[in-house]
């Protein structure tokens, strides 16, 4: 879990070409000092994009820490600002979202919660701060000294988002309060307990943070997917469906009530929860693979085919679906298929396909795959290094 944002330059393009590199080089230069002490400095956050004028970091999951130093980052603007006209004043837009940030793929970010802040950043009035609505669901009741006004925008490939303008009417001090460095001590020691996988604690620490902080629902959220892990599907179903109710992650929290649902062997209701999932979400590989799943298991291999490359078309990157094809194929006897789909993935990323292969084939009691797979991975790793040879320049052409 990450705070993630998006600090950006607003005109960046035009003013590129009405006045030259040279003449705004000094304030993007600007921008990104400002960016670098309040976001990484500060906050010990990450840059892991610069496009052009625009700066995008993961920052640790303290949100109300993030949202204080964005303001404070926008009131260095204004200052940097004053005595200045155009084209050296610097006009900004800050983003902030909250959420599950995956791992990169081949080095590059792939992620539903970048893209939304991505589109945040776009709709943000000038010289503004804006917050995810996710992000104002979980800190409006604490940060309760700041104003927030709620916009709407149609995002790129999200549809109508509802967001909110943050501002600072008392101009206090950046410094948070008790009660909001207790929030963000409850996000920290979730997020570290996730990456320990201690979901015991996980569950406590989320029953805790919900009596100081009621009815957050990222918490909620949290001690549901805790409930899933430790196999108590009820009561995962039970918190994320207040979540729904809350309106809170909808799609997300569908997965989950979804996979709940499978593991407590009721697939007919698994799969009514997943295709509401896959109508609620803008990028729903998962619930699309979910269901692949269900009817793999079922030995509907058609059905499953089928939900699998609509995952792959969502999500090309996403293993789990591979996986299904390629087992779907070796049952078939079809060998050249499975080579295709194992020549697509990076090399590094080829031992977990291949594990995901064996479960699946474990799943449904096959064996005797293992050497026909040695030469499917065999043969994908040869087709390689011949392309590598192929594109290496002879020595007359270098």
Same mark, same amino acid.
Do not use: H, M, Q, W
């Given at each position: 879990m990450r705070t993630i944002v998006f600090v950006d330059a607003v005109d960046f393009t035009s003013e590129l070409k009405q006045h030259g590199r040279a003449a705004i080089a000094t304030k993007i230069a600007k921008l990104q000092e400002f960016a670098d002490f309040f976001f990484v400095y500060k906050l010990k956050g990450t840059f892991i994009g610069k496009l052009g004028d625009g700066f995008l970091l993961l920052c640790p999951p303290a949100p109300p820490e993030v949202i204080a130093?964005?303001?404070?980052?926008q009131s260095f603007v204004d200052a940097y600002n004053v005595g200045k006209n155009e084209p050296e004043l610097l006009n900004t837009r800050i983003a902030v979202h909250y959420g599950l940030i995956a791992p990169p793929e081949g080095g590059n970010y792939i992620d539903t919660n970048l893209n939304l802040t991505a589109r945040l950043e776009g709709a943000t009035p000038p010289n503004s701060v804006c917050i995810s609505a996710t992000?104002?669901?979980?800190? !409006?009741?604490?940060?309760?000294?700041?104003?927030? #006004? @709620?916009?709407k925008s149609d995002f790129k490939g999200l549809g109508e988002n509802k967001y909110y303008a943050v501002r600072d009417p008392n101009g206090r001090a950046v410094a948070p309060s008790r009660r909001e460095s207790r929030l963000s001590y409850y996000f920290s020691t979730v997020s570290a307990l996730h990456e320990a996988e201690n979901w015991e604690a996980v569950k406590t620490t989320c029953e805790q943070a919900l009596i100081d902080?009621?009815?957050?629902? @990222?918490?909620?959220?949290q001690l549901g997917y805790s409930l899933l892990l430790l196999d108590d599907y009820p009561g995962a179903i039970r918190a994320y469906e207040q979540c729904v109710a809350k309106n809170y992650d909808v799609a997300v929290s569908l997965l989950y009530i979804g996979r709940a649902y499978m593991r407590m062997g009721q697939g007919a209701r698994a799969l009514a929860v997943l295709t509401e999932a896959i109508e609620k979400g803008d990028q729903p590989f998962h619930a699309l693979n979910d269901i692949a799943d269900i009817y793999f298991e079922r030995n509907d291999y058609d059905n499953a085919e089928m939900w699998a490359k609509k995952s792959l078309k969502v999500n090309r990157h996403f293993l789990f679906p591979m996986a299904t094809l390629i087992v779907i194929d070796l049952l078939r006897?079809?060998?050249? !298929?499975?080579?295709?789909?194992?020549?697509?993935? @990076?090399?590094?990323?080829?031992?977990?396909?291949? @594990?995901?292969? #064996?479960?699946?084939?474990?799943?449904?009691?096959?064996?005797?795959?293992?050497?026909v797979?040695? !030469?499917?991975?065999?043969?994908?790793?040869?087709?390689n290094k011949l392309a590598a040879r192929k594109r290496k320049p002879r020595d007359q052409d270098k």
């Open positions: 130093e964005a303001l404070s980052c992000l104002y669901d979980i800190v !409006a009741d604490t940060l309760k000294e700041l104003s927030f #006004e @709620e916009l902080f009621p009815g957050n629902p @990222e918490f909620i959220s006897g079809d060998k050249e !298929a499975p080579l295709t789909i194992v020549r697509r993935v @990076e090399p590094r990323r080829r031992p977990f396909l291949r @594990e995901d292969i #064996e479960a699946r084939c474990k799943l449904i009691g096959i064996r005797g795959f293992n050497t797979l040695d !030469a499917v991975f065999n043969a994908a790793s040869a087709k």
